[in-house]
């Protein structure tokens, strides 16, 4: 059996070892047939050194506490795109 692997968003680091990351898992509805994202928020151990706001992939691990069972994988570089002339 895989672990569970998720992008998210780090969206809180105020705890010494552990981030809270914004997942986004898209879900289509029976009936209106329309795509709903549900946003779940994952705690997360840190051991990256990854800081608020930045994407980063979490896989699922064994509990190192009661509420954290996921651990930072890697850190996602984003390239910035700049435009020329302007």
């Known amino acids: 059996m895989s672990a ?20 986004e898992m898209p879900k289509r509805h029976d009936i209106y ?3 709903l994202k549900n946003t779940v928020r994952l705690k997360a151990r840190n051991e990256q050194g990854v800081v608020k706001g930045d994407e980063v992939i979490i896989e699922e691990c064994r509990p190192f506490s009661k509420e954290v069972s996921f651990k930072v994988i890697s850190k996602i570089e984003k390239v910035l795109e700049g435009k020329k002339g302007k």
């Open 4 to 23: 569970k692997v998720f992008k998210g968003k780090v969206v809180s680091d105020k705890m010494q070892n552990t981030v809270v990351v914004a997942v």
């Open 33 to 35: 047939d329309k795509i």
